[in-house]
């Protein structure tokens, strides 16, 4: 018995629901080339109009941050409450702003 | 930092009901564990086509025909979905497919029982489908990410399966005497083996409380099992069918039905692999491999052809 499709590459997919809304990932799948990779990903994931455009991307040619850096990649942004809005104190009277 | 520490971590973080993602630190056997979990509910979609494929040329009308095919189509969709969720920790699709077709792979019991009426095609959507998302919609909140995602996906789709199948059972149940018992036969033969679908009781499903503290599963095989019953059989009562359980009784105290001793010899010999159909159901999915092995050339033959254009026309420029 042939090994399954095994030198086919892992693509990421990316739906976009609909105009208006930005590509979103969805999950992965198989396929020998990019052409076919959107005709396996339109039968795998948007089988209930899920989506109007479909992006897919190789999975090796996506580069990732490490979860080893997550501390100091991402705390500094924790005590700088003074980037959002409610650290401001308006009057009430003003309304919104 | 040591080994011990990392699982203590690991731990917290689970007890705080946070997700675990594919390039965190994990334990050996919470990844090892999962593998062989989404692995084999991934080979059970797959091999779950193929009771139901056995009748779609057969279907009643054509409306019960789109129907089936949908709904096959989707477990195949389904099948899709959990082996991506599996490789995400690092395994290789084709090992795995390897091992469901060497027969070395579990999936499910239940799909090495017959399907030999169009009733069992009722009885499979209703019940099998139902004890499944009773399953699945506890494990949409399982804490690996990838494994979760997948079954909030899988979990949107099943809803129509079982609803189809309840669809066919009413008007079984609602036709002649003859469609009537039909409805009735299926029921009988689907009744217990989907209530084995949730596994052996909890005194003796030892692998059970690690995978709760892990927090891959989130109810206990009883607790789901339970579940079932309660809300199922008050489905078969609107048919007007009979579960085969003399000693089913409603048990005010616990608001739930008290139900009969499950046959588990039954059970483990199925496993084992001695139930009606599982060397059909092995054989068939082999031969459905092979079958499509020229599928899989011509793809690759095809990308091949369109990689040499692109290259010769950039040449050419
Ligand atoms: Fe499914
Ligand atoms: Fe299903």
Redesign the pocket.
């Known amino acids: 018995m042939d090994k399954p499709n095994d030198n086919w590459k892992i693509w990421e997919v990316f739906i976009r629901s609909k105009n208006g809304l930005s590509h979103k990932h969805v999950g992965s799948l198989h396929a020998p080339d990019a052409d076919m990779a959107i005709k396996n990903a339109r039968d795998v994931y948007t089988r209930r109009s899920e989506g109007i455009s479909i992006w897919v991307v190789p999975s090796e040619a996506v580069t990732a941050s490490s979860p080893d850096e997550k501390e100091p990649l991402f705390t500094p942004a924790d005590d700088k409450v003074y980037r959002h809005p409610t650290f401001y104190e308006i009057p009430a009277e003003i309304g919104h702003m | 930092m040591g080994e011990v520490q990392l699982e203590k971590r690991f731990q917290d973080y689970l007890d705080g009901e946070n997700k675990i993602e594919p390039k965190d630190w994990m334990p050996d056997a919470y990844r090892k564990t999962l593998i062989r979990q989404i692995s084999q509910h991934a080979h059970s979609?797959v091999v779950?086509m193929l009771p139901e494929a056995n009748w779609i040329t057969r279907a009643p009308s054509l409306r019960r025909k789109v129907a089936l095919l949908a709904k096959v189509q989707?477990?195949a969709g389904?099948g899709l979905y959990l082996y991506s969720a599996a490789e995400t920790l690092g395994i290789d699709r084709s090992e795995l497919v390897g091992d469901l077709l060497s027969g070395k792979a579990k999936y499910s019991s239940i799909f090495n029982y017959p399907t030999v009426s169009w009733a069992d095609m009722g009885a499979i959507g209703w019940l099998v489908d139902g004890a499944?998302i009773a399953n699945q919609v506890m494990l949409c909140r399982t804490s690996y990410g990838p494994y979760a995602r997948a079954m909030v996906r899988?979990c949107k789709e099943?809803s129509f399966h079982q609803r189809q199948g309840y669809e066919i059972m009413l008007s079984l149940a609602n036709g002649t005497a003859e469609q009537k018992q039909m409805a009735q036969d299926a029921l009988n033969r689907w009744w217990w083996p989907s209530l084995m679908m949730f596994g052996p009781t909890d005194d003796l499903s030892p692998n059970s409380a690690q995978s709760m503290k892990w927090k891959i599963k989130r109810k206990s095989n009883d607790e789901l099992r339970q579940e079932f019953i309660d809300k199922t059989v008050p489905q078969a009562e609107f048919l007007g069918l009979t579960v085969p359980d003399k000693d089913l009784k409603w048990n005010e105290e616990k608001q739930g039905y008290d139900y009969g001793e499950i046959d588990w010899e039954e059970f483990y010999n199925v496993v084992k692999g001695n139930g009606p159909c599982n060397k059909q159901r092995l054989s068939d999915r082999v031969k459905a491999h092979e079958e499509g092995a020229w599928v899989r050339e011509a793809a690759n033959a095809y990308a091949a052809k369109e990689a040499k254009r692109k290259a010769d026309k950039v040449q050419a420029a």
Request: no cysteine; glycine share 12%; net charge negative.
């Open positions: 979609e779950g989707d477990e389904h499944a899988i099943e």
